[in-house]
């Protein structure tokens, strides 16, 4: 997946959910929209952990502290799309 394509809300869930499922042995039926991290079973440590992956997948400047056990699902989706909207203006691709 490269910057300057900007996927779907719903392209965004699903490569959340196949990170939490694959990386973080979260069962796929947990990750709706309406889980939070915590009610998942995320720590600080797999936040970060997480962020580093979307990172590295989405090839956009996610931060440590992006994420926090109190985030849902939705909020996330919604927080990687503008990053990929600000990261895509930013490198002149809007």
């Given at each position: ?14 490569q959340l959910r196949s990170e939490l499922v694959t990386r973080f042995g979260v069962e796929d039926a947990e990750v709706t929209p309406e889980m939070t ?58």
């Amino acid at each position: 997946m490269t910057a300057s394509v900007h996927p779907s809300a719903e392209q965004l869930q699903d490569q959340l959910r196949s990170e939490l499922v694959t990386r973080f042995g979260v069962e796929d039926a947990e990750v709706t929209p309406e889980m939070t991290f915590g009610e998942l079973g995320l720590d600080s440590l797999a936040l970060v952990e997480l962020s580093d992956v979307l990172q590295s997948v989405l090839e956009i400047p996610i931060a440590d502290d992006d994420f926090n056990g109190e985030q849902k699902i939705a909020e996330v989706v919604t927080l990687l799309q503008d990053k990929l909207v600000e990261h895509a203006g930013a490198q002149g691709q809007v």
